[in-house]
Nanobody
Framework: VQLQASGGGLVQAGGSLRLSCAASGRTLSKYYMGWFRQAPDKAREFVGGITRSGGTSYYADSVKGQFTISRDNAKNTVYLQMNSLKPEDTAVYYC?????????????????WGQGTQVTVSS
């Protein structure tokens, strides 16, 4: 399966973006899906994740209440809605999939990765 992240761009502080992660080759419903981000010269950071059914989501403290993850298994797509964006949210955002249907926050716990989409928040 291949993951394709999209929806990034340049936005002013306080604005919103919705990222999408589309899967091809295999049904996305077989995977727990996570979102990560990586700012320049920083380690890849877990943002949040969602179970296969979409019934449970989990967020890093740094984005709780600001970001929302959802999925549409019929469309083989996972979303990351980002609101009230801040300059410190600037990063390349990646979607990732894993076989176990529970939260995992380390990149090594994920089996599939998308290519990343750049999000830049200007002050």
């Amino acid at each position: 399966v291949q993951l394709q992240a999209s929806g990034g761009g340049l936005v002013q502080a306080g604005g919103s973006l919705r990222l999408s992660c589309a899967a091809s080759g295999r049904t996305l419903s077989k995977y727990y899906m996570g979102w990560f981000r990586q700012a320049p010269d920083k380690a890849r950071e877990f943002v949040g994740g969602i179970t296969r059914s979409g019934g449970t989501s989990y967020y890093a403290d740094s984005v709780k209440g600001q970001f929302t993850i959802s999925r549409d298994n019929a469309k083989n797509t996972v979303y990351l809605q980002m609101n009230s964006l801040k300059p410190e949210d600037t990063a390349v955002y990646y979607c990732a999939g894993r076989n176990g249907d529970y939260v995992a926050t380390l990149p090594v716990d994920y089996d599939l990765w998308g290519q990343g989409t750049q999000v830049t928040v200007s002050s």
